[in-house]
C-alpha cells in the first residue's frame, strides 16, 4: 500500500540545537517532512516559493525579523500556509500578538516529542493547537473586565497570586526577576487601593479583574 503524502513543513529556529532536535522529531513522524530549516526569518522567507511548505514551525524571538513580524509576512503573501509559533516564553503580549499576525497556533519550547506532532497533527485537521496555559489566558482574556485599571502583566500576576504562587515562583513562571514581580505588586496594590494579598485577591474576584 502507498504511503500517505507527507506533510510539508519549515522550520525557521535560530537555536541550533533545538532547530536540530525539531528537525529530527518532525522527520521521524509519517505524516510530516522537514523541507528545510532557518535561523532567521529573512532567508526562510527568500526561499519560501521553492521550499514550498505547508506549515512552518517558527520561533518568536529571532535575529532580524522577529517571529511575529515574519508570521505577518507570511500570511500576506502565502495566505494558506499554517503558522505555529514556538517560544520559551508564555507571555499573553506574545501569545495575542503572534494570534494577530495570523499564528494558527502557539506551543512552547518545552513541548515533548508527543505534544509537537500532535500540534502538528491538529493544525492539519484545522485546530489551533495551544499549550494549556495560553488556551487559558485567551480564554481568561474574554472573562476579564474590558475597565480594569491593571496592565496585562499586573493581571497576570495577580491570577498568579490567587492560585497561591510566591514571588519566586511568579518571577520563574513569567520570565521577571524577583525585584520587577515585587514592584508590580506593589503597584497592583496602589492601584486597588489595597494592603495585602487577601485583599487583592478579594477586590479582584468581586469586580471580575481577573
Do not use: W
Not at 69 to 85: L, N, R, S, T, Y
Request: proline residues 3%; aromatic residues 6%; contains cysteine.
Amino acid at each position: 500500500m502507498a504511503l500517505p503524502f507527507k506533510k510539508r513543513v519549515l522550520l525557521i529556529e535560530d537555536d541550533q540545537e533545538i532547530r536540530n532536535s525539531f528537525n529530527l522529531i518532525v522527520n521521524s513522524s509519517q505524516k510530516f517532512m522537514v523541507v528545510n530549516a532557518y535561523g532567521n526569518c529573512e532567508d526562510a522567507i527568500d526561499n519560501i516559493n521553492r521550499d514550498k511548505p505547508e506549515i512552518v514551525l517558527m520561533d518568536i524571538e529571532l535575529p532580524g525579523i522577529n517571529g511575529i513580524q515574519g508570521a505577518k509576512i507570511i500570511k500576506e503573501k502565502f495566505p494558506h500556509i499554517d503558522i505555529v509559533m514556538v517560544t520559551v516564553y508564555e507571555d499573553s503580549e506574545l501569545v495575542f500578538e503572534a494570534l494577530k499576525a495570523g499564528a494558527s497556533g502557539y506551543i512552547t519550547k518545552s513541548a515533548n516529542y508527543m505534544e509537537l506532532l500532535a500540534a502538528l497533527e491538529e493544525i492539519v485537521k484545522g485546530g489551533a493547537p495551544m499549550s494549556s496555559r495560553i488556551a487559558r489566558m485567551v480564554i481568561d482574556n474574554f472573562h476579564v473586565n474590558p475597565n480594569s485599571p491593571l496592565t496585562r502583566r499586573e493581571t497576570e500576576i495577580l491570577q498568579l497570586i490567587s492560585e497561591g504562587k510566591t514571588y519566586t515562583q511568579i518571577s520563574e513562571e513569567l520570565f521577571i526577576s524577583k525585584e520587577t514581580a515585587k514592584t508590580h505588586i506593589k503597584n497592583i496594590y496602589s492601584k486597588l487601593q489595597v494592603n495585602s494579598k487577601s485583599e487583592a485577591i478579594a477586590k479582584a474576584n468581586l469586580e471580575k479583574l481577573i
